[in-house]
């Protein structure tokens, strides 16, 4: 659950951005960035006390990353996280269908490409006459 509930207090200590950061193993300017996408919350606080962020802040932020390292568009992060306040579950499942079905014909690519260099690599392996197979097979003429 990513939701935020700053308003019930939920974070048992505030943090200064550069701690959340480091909390989440981001950059600080990668939290910034997150702000300006509509991604991340302001910070509470004002400028006696400091701006602070709280525990969820932290959440969210490894949400955003987990869902970055998954292939999942800024955009589509963000729709997550709507998707998340409104506890649409049959949404957020349509979406990771839709990532998993896009990371499916990656990987199929991925290993048609592996087969195809393979092939390669043993046929330049096998030496003989003329230019190395490997060579050729790129060669844009």
């Known amino acids: 659950m990513v939701r935020s509930q700053r308003q019930n207090a939920s974070s048992h200590r ?8 480091a909390a989440a193993d981001v950059g600080v300017e990668t939290v910034r960035f997150y ?6 919350d302001a910070p509470t606080g004002g400028a006696t006390g400091g701006r602070h962020y ?7 932020l490894r949400f955003i990353r987990q869902s970055q390292a998954a292939g999942f568009t800024l955009r589509e992060i963000k729709r997550l996280l ?10 957020a499942r349509s979406m990771a269908q839709d990532r998993i079905a896009s990371l ?4 199929a690519r991925l290993e048609a490409a592996r087969a ?3 092939k ?12 190395c197979p ?3 097979a790129f060669d844009p003429a």
């Open 35 to 40: 702000q300006r996408k509509g991604l991340m």
């Open 54 to 60: 709280g525990d969820d802040d932290v959440r969210r």
């Open 134 to 136: 490997i060579l050729s």
């Open 14 to 21: 505030p943090f200064r951005i550069s701690e959340l950061a």
């Open 104 to 107: 499916d014909t990656e990987i």
């Open 120 to 131: 390669l690599a043993n046929e330049c392996a096998k030496g003989g006459a003329g230019p």
């Open 82 to 91: 709507d998707l998340d306040r409104i506890d649409d579950r049959a949404e």
């Open 116 to 118: 195809s260099l393979k």
